[in-house]
Nanobody, 125 residues
Framework: VQLQASGGGSVQAEGSLRLSCAASGRFFSTYVMGWFRQAPGKERELVAAVRWSGSMTYYANSVKGRFTISRDQSKNTVYLQMSSLTPEDTAVYYC???????????????????WGQGTLVTVSS
């Protein structure tokens, strides 16, 4: 499975961006897709996750009500719609996929099997 992330860029505070992550290769409906981010000097953190079936979603408290994760099954693509951005959202954003739902929700970072390259989001005040 290959993941291709895109959509990052520079935006002013209170602006919006939509990140995309296109999956290719042998991809199954029982995958979990996640968006992580890593800000300078900080550890990578899970921002949002979704079961490919759409039956479960997760959002970090810091993004609840501002970010929305969704997927287009026909395109094998997962999105992260980000609104009301703040400078604290500045980070490199990564998409990741876990093969199989597993017993933990959301899956821990080390449980993801595939990673896309990062896409940089910069929010200026």
């Amino acid at each position: 499975v290959q993941l291709q992330a895109s959509g990052g860029g520079s935006v002013q505070a209170e602006g919006s961006l939509r990140l995309s992550c296109a999956a290719s290769g042998r991809f199954f409906s029982t995958y979990v897709m996640g968006w992580f981010r890593q800000a300078p000097g900080k550890e990578r953190e899970l921002v949002a996750a979704v079961r490919w079936s759409g039956s479960m979603t997760y959002y970090a408290n810091s993004v609840k009500g501002r970010f929305t994760i969704s997927r287009d099954q026909s395109k094998n693509t997962v999105y992260l719609q980000m609104s009301s951005l703040t400078p604290e959202d500045t980070a490199v954003y990564y998409c990741a996929a876990r093969a199989g739902y597993g017993s933990t929700w959301p899956p821990r970072e080390e449980q993801y099997d595939y990673w896309g390259q990062g896409t940089l989001v910069t929010v200026s005040s």
